[in-house]
Nanobody
Framework: QLQLVDSGGGLVQTGGSLKLSCAASGRAFSTYAMGWFRQVPGKERKSVVA????????YYVDSVKGRFTVSRDNAKNMVDLQMNSLKPEDTAVYYC?????????????????WGQGTQVTVSS
């Protein structure tokens, strides 16, 4: 079993940057694929990025390509999401998620473990 703690959210102006972190506790973190999702009130949770268990493969939703970068450090049980050139439409609660597996997984239903979420607000 894995426990995830999200951090790093906050308020930033358009064009600014934030770095989200997800700290995992539990065994065999390196066997888990990870993802970041975001959700705004009244809407479903949507995939932002995904990273394979080794970090060798990544997925980015089109709206964040070139602006967001996901990385992981299996020795530290950490996954980071560097967000640059932020836009008001990036405002949401961001969640990291984990599941065992060697592939990339995009759908929220494919993940078993979730962080508590961290609020990102981008002002115009």
């Amino acid at each position: 079993q894995l426990q995830l703690v999200d951090s790093g959210g906050g308020l930033v102006q358009t064009g600014g940057s934030l770095k989200l972190s997800c700290a995992a506790s539990g065994r065999a973190f390196s066997t888990y694929a990870m993802g970041w999702f975001r959700q705004v009130p009244g809407k479903e949770r949507k995939s932002v990025v995904a990273i394979s268990w080794s970090g060798g493969r990544t997925y980015y939703v089109d709206s964040v390509k070139g602006r967001f970068t996901v990385s992981r450090d299996n020795a530290k049980n950490m996954v980071d999401l560097q967000m640059n050139s932020l836009k008001p439409e990036d405002t949401a609660v961001y969640y990291c998620a984990a599941r065992r597996g060697r592939y990339l997984y995009e759908g929220p239903d494919e993940y078993d473990y979730w962080g508590q979420g961290t609020q990102v607000t981008v002002s115009s």
